[in-house]
């Protein structure tokens, strides 16, 4: 009897082996057609939504959803694609908790696109509550409050980003316009130095340090009018 309870037993653990590797498969699968949906969107974006469309209605799920909400964005819709990122974010099928951060940080990239920076800082904010440390929410928030003319709380979340991803260049880009806005030109000099040295080829970047070297220059003038 115990012989025959093994025995038992051992189909049991077979299949579920063979499930879990079929999972696994599954998943590997859905990852590579989401990775081609959103390059389709480069392509043809009209037609990548469309099959986003029927991937979804096959149950392509979390990937099949935010494919149709990236093509949305492609075709202009801003706001429908960051409604659409904003409900995935907080659904029970977003998956991970990065996931759902990064969803919700997308949401906001897309509302301050469409110059809604108060929706953008409640989907930054979700994406924060979900994810603490979750760098690209932070930048978001601190780029609704810079729309805001919020400078202070745009600096502090920037430092915060900055603690959890000290050499994130484009954290530190934006922290430089902020305390630049600020009038806190030193500081402001060196964080757009270091964001400089870090990512030497963004013209976003070069161009605000010659700002912040002008207004440097006008100050110290002004400080000294007649050297």
Not at 159 to 177: G, I, M
Not at 204 to 215: K, P, Q, S, V, W
């Amino acid at each position: 009897m115990r012989f025959r309870s093994v025995l038992y037993i051992l189909p049991v653990l077979a299949t579920g082996f063979a499930i879990s590797a079929n999972a696994a498969d599954l998943t590997a699968e859905f990852d590579a057609k989401h990775k081609n949906c959103l390059e389709q969107i480069a392509v043809d974006a009209d037609l990548a939504y469309e099959d986003a469309m029927v991937w979804r209605s096959d149950g392509g799920g979390r990937r099949a959803k935010h494919c149709e909400a990236m093509a949305l964005f492609a075709l202009g819709h801003k706001e429908e694609a960051a409604r659409r990122l904003d409900k995935l974010s907080k659904s029970k099928e977003a998956g991970s908790k990065d996931l759902q951060a990064n969803f919700a940080a997308e949401a906001a990239d897309f509302w301050l696109l469409a110059n809604k920076p108060h929706k953008a800082y409640a989907s930054a904010s979700h994406g924060l509550d979900t994810l603490e440390n979750h760098t690209g929410s932070r930048i978001a928030r601190a780029r609704a409050y810079a729309l805001l003319e919020r400078y202070d709380y745009a600096e502090i979340d920037l430092t915060s980003a900055l603690v959890f991803d000290p050499d994130n260049a484009e954290a530190l880009r934006y922290r430089a316009d902020a305390r630049h806005q600020q009038r806190k030109l030193n500081d402001a000099k060196t964080d757009i130095e270091k964001a400089l040295e870090l990512d030497p080829t963004s013209v976003e970047t070069a161009l605000l340090r010659g700002r912040i070297n002008e207004a440097i220059r006008l100050a110290e003038t002004s400080a000294n009018p007649q050297e």
